[in-house]
């Protein structure tokens, strides 16, 4: 059954959908997106679904190539390599700025955030210790939270889509076994103390280590990445 409501409302609804289907792994990177096949899915108009796919490839979870339609972002060491390059000098100014910014509010929800967070685990019980959406939720929140105080929208935004596309690599990261050793609660906690503290300098440090090991757990963890290190074609 077709559904009903607004071009608008129905946009916003089927592009958290297929967003949140990118970003847990459902569908898979370089996978091609259909807008007759999306269309019959959420039961919404092809102009309804090319919008979606639209917003998706600004933002650069979907990849538009002429007369070949769209396609989820395919992963490559190359495009992982510039990403944290971004992240490590964006997102480390928008956490030195928040850090300098933030108020009492901002430091009870920094708190409050990482306090949901360090108390959900990042996995579900069973045989398959398949990752928990909570978590996945909350992780996202706490790293926005910490940001959040910075004051300037357009880093912001730079910030978020980010922190979108680095999303599928340490959703595909979770696939596979890596040599890389973290503990990421305690990271999590020590750049929330650090935050609390108002220690930009050290805020800033924590979260490009923190960024740097999700690139090192990717590169070791993400089989078309080594392919792709050694020479050998990369398939996502």
């Not at 919008?51 to 990849?63: D, G, M, P």
């Not at 996202?140 to 980010?162: E, K, P, Q, R």
């Amino acid at each position: 059954m077709a559904r009903r409501g607004t071009s608008k409302t129905l946009g916003g609804d089927v592009y958290s959908q297929l967003r949140d289907a990118i970003l847990r792994g459902q569908v898979r990177p370089g996978e091609r997106l259909k807008p007759t096949v999306l269309r019959e899915e959420y039961g919404v108009s092809i102009s309804v679904v090319r919008e979606v796919l639209t917003k998706l490839a600004e933002q650069r979870l979907v990849v538009a190539e002429p007369n070949q339609g769209f396609s989820v972002a395919p992963l490559s060491r190359s495009h992982l390599e510039e990403l944290v390059e971004a992240r490590c000098s964006i997102e480390g100014l928008a956490v030195r700025m928040s850090v300098t910014r933030g108020d009492l509010e901002w430091e009870s929800r920094v708190l409050a955030v990482h306090h949901r967070l360090d108390g959900t685990p990042a996995r579900l019980d069973g045989p398959e210790k398949a990752i928990n959406p909570e978590w996945i939720s909350l992780h996202a929140a706490f790293h926005a939270t910490l940001l959040a105080a910075c004051g300037n929208g357009i880093i912001l935004d730079v910030c978020a889509s980010l922190f979108d596309m680095a999303e599928l690599y340490r959703r595909w990261s979770e696939t596979g076994s890596s040599t890389v050793a973290r503990d990421a609660a305690q990271e999590h906690r020590d750049l929330a103390a650090a935050a609390l503290r108002h220690d930009a300098e050290l805020a800033e440090k924590l979260l490009v280590q923190h960024i740097r090991t999700t690139r090192d757990m990717a590169l070791a963890a993400i089989p078309a990445l080594a392919e792709e290190a050694a020479g050998e074609p990369a398939e996502a």
